[in-house]
């Protein structure tokens, strides 16, 4: 199944109205009632049944009448109201190739009105496997919502704001340009990841550089927890940019040397094989008899002085709270099982595209203009485009 961002411009009003109201109905609903979408979407003539069809037949809302009837969203169907919103901000104008697919993402070329192409990153937690644990159950108890919807919204905002906040601190990454329910928009980086690059200039420089960023953002109070040669990217000129947020901590996570130690060890290894790095285990000992072989150049957690919290002011202005990375955690470190998120179901077939050249969106620019809230009530006075950006879920 192909992001065919050609349904997107044949949906109306109406279609986006009815979309919405089943995103706002899973706030509260795995599955939402047809009759509770009918009043949220109020829609003037009546008519939701036939629009329900409508976006069942394009695949964004999935149907299911095993406890009662009802809907909720699939991906695609929370992609084309991420991409609304951005087309409607102004954000981009065009989505073009899929560049990128990642453990729990879905990376495409996006264009804005100028020609600018920029990445666009779909956050699709819930669609591989989870490191399922089996405790803590009492966790999801409480929030009976819980689902991947609101994950993928948690991961993007997470991912967001560090990727903001790092390049404030003149770390390299993408420059992050917007974001929306799943989605973030940020630049494209011309180059591959590392896994990809076969031979470099200047390995030595490379490797010192990558091992350098690793000890700096510890130096900020952060580790990535996920820094390899997959979320490296490499330019012509050897030029290094970081990727991939989600999942980094703060050095005062409790297993934060663990996950120091486990960047170090992943860039170690990398290039020793790749490149034939070879370490040198110093010792102001002119004997090498006398070198204690645990004791190397490698960077030592507890030798670097590191600011705990550092970046939180940053990461606050973002609309990322201490709150959001509590839930997110939980959920990355394991706490969540798969099957408390059945509901996000194994939609991969809706992510995997394929497109060539870029589809550009002329979108009906009205926006529904009326909201509810979890009990179905209308409030004319809330923007339902942004829902995706407004509370839990
Ligand atoms: P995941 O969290 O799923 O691993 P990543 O953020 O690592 O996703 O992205 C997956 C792949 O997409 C990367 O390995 C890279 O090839 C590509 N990619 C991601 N972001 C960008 C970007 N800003 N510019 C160019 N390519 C990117
Ligand atoms: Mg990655």
């Not at 939180?312 to 997110?328: V, W, Y």
Request: one cysteine or more.
């Amino acid at each position: 199944m192909k992001l065919d961002v050609d349904v997107l411009r044949y949906l109306s009003k109406d279609d986006f109205r009815v979309l919405t109201a089943v995103e706002m109905g899973m706030r509260n609903h795995e599955i939402v009632p047809s009759e509770l979408i009918g009043r949220i979407a109020s829609l003037k003539h009546g008519g939701t049944y036939k629009v329900l069809k409508n976006l069942l037949k394009h695949k964004l809302v999935h149907h299911d009448s095993s406890k009662y009837d009802g809907f909720r969203l699939t991906y695609l169907g929370y992609d084309f109201l991420a991409i609304k919103t951005m087309v409607n901000r102004g954000v981009f104008t065009a989505v073009g190739r899929q560049i990128g697919v990642g453990k729990e993402s879905d990376i495409f070329e996006v264009a804005s009105e100028d020609g600018t192409v920029m990445a666009m990153k779909l956050h699709r937690l819930g669609r591989t496997s989870f490191r399922a644990v089996k405790s803590k159950r009492d966790y999801l108890r409480h929030r009976s919502s819980f689902n991947w919807l609101y994950l993928s919204r948690l991961a993007a905002l997470k991912e967001f704001a560090f990727m903001k906040a790092l390049e404030e601190h003149g770390f390299p990454v993408p420059n992050a340009v917007d974001c929306n329910r799943h989605c973030v928009v940020m630049s494209l980086i011309q180059g591959y990841p590392l896994v990809q690059v076969k031979q470099l200039q200047n390995p030595d420089t490379v490797f010192e550089t990558i091992i350098g960023l690793v000890v700096r953002l510890a130096e900020h109070g952060l580790i990535h927890c996920d820094f390899n040669e997959f979320n490296i990217m490499i330019d012509d000129d050897e030029k290094v940019t970081m990727i991939d947020f989600p999942q980094m901590v703060s050095v005062s996570h409790r297993n934060a040397q663990m996950y120091f130690d486990r960047d170090i060890e992943c860039i170690y290894k990398f290039f020793g094989k790749r490149f034939n790095l070879s370490f040198e285990e110093h010792s102001d000992d002119i004997d090498n008899s006398e070198v204690d072989p645990d004791e190397s150049s490698r960077p030592s957690f507890s030798s670097i002085t590191k600011t705990a919290g550092f970046l939180d002011k940053e990461l606050a202005a973002s609309g990322f709270t201490r709150k959001d990375e509590d839930e997110i955690q939980k959920f990355i470190e394991g706490d969540v099982e798969e099957d408390d998120l059945s509901h996000g179901e194994h939609d991969s077939e809706l992510c995997q595209t394929n497109i060539k050249g870029f589809d550009s969106l002329h979108l009906d620019q009205e926006e529904p203009t009326s909201s509810c809230n979890e009990e179905g009530q209308v409030d004319e006075n809330l923007q339902t485009s942004e829902a995706g950006q407004s509370g839990d879920p």
